[in-house]
C-alpha cells in the first residue's frame, strides 16, 4: 500500500502547507499529518525492502536494476526540480523589474556576504561527499572499520551543515516574504536543507544497520 499511502500523504503536506502559508483554519494541522504520513511511510517502505532484501532474498539482478533506475530517474526529476529554482533567480536577478529597484540585490534588501558562513557550509558539503565516497569504497572493499569512521564524519558534517543553516537563517536580515529575492533565496536554500536532513537520516540508517 506505500505508494498510495505516500501520495496521500505528499497530497496532505502540499495542500496542507499552502492552506497554512494563507493563514487557513485547519492548514497546520494537515501540513503535519502530512509530514507524519511521509516519515511513516518512509520508515515503513525501507522496513519493507530490507526485509524482501535480507531474509525473503527477492532482490534478484532484475529487482536491484529496478532499485538503481528509480533513484536515477528521482535524481533527475531533483535537477529539474532545483532548475526551476535557478532559473527564476537568474531571470530576476540578470533582468531586476522595476518595482524591486531595477538592480539586484533590490535596493531594501541586506544580502548576506557569500563568504561568510555560505562558504563554511559549502566546505562542510564538499567534505561530507568526499568522506561518503571514502565510507563507500571501504564497504566495497570490505573494510567495515574505515566504512565506519567514513560514515561518522559525513554524519557530523552534515548535523554542522544543519546547524549553520539553521543560525544563518535566524541572523539573515531579510525574510521570505521580501519580495522575489528573499523567496527564492529561502525556497532554494529552504528545500535544499530538506534535502540535506533527509540525506542525513539515509546515513543514519545505513551506519546503524552497517554497524
Not at 47 to 68: C, P, S, Y
Request: aromatic share 18%; proline share 4%; glycine share 10%.
Amino acid at each position: 500500500p506505500w505508494p498510495l499511502v505516500a501520495a496521500l500523504g505528499g497530497l496532505s503536506l502540499t495542500f496542507g502547507g499552502v492552506l497554512f502559508m494563507h493563514n487557513y483554519e485547519g492548514g497546520g494541522e494537515l501540513l503535519c499529518l502530512g509530514v507524519i504520513t511521509i516519515l511513516y511511510v518512509m520508515f515503513t517502505w525501507w522496513r519493507d525492502i530490507i526485509r524482501e532484501a535480507l531474509f525473503e532474498g527477492q532482490h534478484t539482478i532484475a529487482v536491484q536494476q529496478g532499485l538503481r533506475m528509480g533513484m536515477i530517474l528521482f535524481i533527475v526529476s531533483e535537477i529539474m526540480f532545483f532548475f526551476a529554482f535557478f532559473w527564476a533567480f537568474f531571470t530576476s536577478s540578470i533582468s531586476p523589474v522595476f518595482n524591486i529597484g531595477g538592480v539586484w540585490p533590490p535596493t531594501h534588501i541586506v544580502a548576506i556576504s557569500p563568504w561568510g558562513l555560505p562558504f563554511v557550509n559549502t566546505i562542510l558539503l564538499l567534505s561530507s561527499g568526499a568522506s561518503v565516497t571514502w565510507a563507500h569504497h571501504a564497504i566495497v572493499a570490505g573494510f567495515k572499520k574505515e566504512a565506519m569512521l567514513g560514515l561518522y564524519v559525513t554524519l557530523i558534517f552534515a548535523v554542522a551543515f544543519t546547524a549553520m543553516q539553521a543560525f544563518e537563517y535566524s541572523a539573515a536580515p531579510f525574510s521570505m516574504s521580501d519580495g522575489v529575492y528573499g523567496s527564492v533565496f529561502y525556497m532554494a536554500t529552504g528545500f535544499h536543507g530538506f534535502h540535506v536532513i533527509i540525506g542525513t537520516i539515509f546515513l543514519a540508517i545505513c551506519t546503524i544497520r552497517l554497524y
